[in-house]
T-cell receptor
């Protein structure tokens, strides 16, 4: 969607390797979310950044997953020691001022763990 | 914490049939409600939203949704579907006011047969 880019668009990695996924949002957003969408399944919330508050990490499936946000801009989602079940599309979404809950999604990164 | 349930996971309709996708949420206070759509190969995008006022909201492409507070429901409707409506539809909720997390339903895959 307009205002959010993600890279890479596709990533193939071997089981056990670490990967880093990047989200570049427009400036001025109020919140940033990461979701996972496995084949045939719905959106799975991973982590949520809001202003300067501590991130809500309640959706991270294991301690292999972590995310950071640099100031109020770029965010990276890191998966360590990838497993085959990590294969999914990872989506970044932002919220903007004045429209709580209305999200703008990036195109996603398709991660394939072989 | 709030939750969202979508009752139909996979719906198949013929063109010109009427559509209703169910969405119920659980939360004790006031909420903002959304329907998002993901067309094949495209980003998730907002279809329509309810913040306050008229509980019948209209979105893009002839879709509408009705907020029934007493039933905690926000069902999506379209009187006559087209093949181009084939997509996955997600209902989402966020508590009104303050900084809260959006919660998505599992999604409903709609297949429209020409």
């Amino acid at each position: 969607g307009a205002g959010v880019s993600q890279s890479p668009s596709n990533k193939v990695t071997e089981k056990g390797k670490d990967v880093e996924l990047r989200c570049d949002p427009i400036s001025g957003h109020t919140a940033l979310y990461w979701y996972r969408q496995r084949l045939g399944q719905g959106l799975e919330f991973l982590i949520y950044f809001q202003g300067n508050s501590a991130p809500d990490k309640s959706g991270l499936p294991s301690d292999r997953f972590s995310a950071e946000r640099t100031g109020e801009s770029v965010s990276t989602l890191t998966i360590q020691r990838t497993q085959q079940e990590d294969s999914a599309v990872y989506l970044c979404a932002i919220q903007i001022q004045g429209s709580p809950g209305e999200q703008y999604f990036g195109p996603g990164t398709r991660l394939t763990v072989t | 914490a709030q939750s969202v349930s979508q009752h139909n996971h996979h719906v198949i309709l013929s063109e010109a049939a009427s559509l209703e996708l169910g969405c119920n949420y659980s939360y004790g206070g006031t909420v903002n409600l959304f329907w998002y759509v993901q067309y094949p190969g495209q980003h998730l995008q907002l279809l329509l939203k309810y913040f306050s006022g008229d509980p019948l909201v209209k979105g893009i492409k002839g879709f509408e949704a009705e907020f029934i507070k007493s039933k905690f429901s926000f069902n999506l409707r379209k009187p006559s579907v087209q093949w181009s409506d084939t997509a996955e539809y997600f209902c989402a909720v966020i508590p009104s006011g303050g900084y809260q997390k959006v919660t998505f339903g599992i999604g409903t895959k709609l297949q429209v047969i020409p």
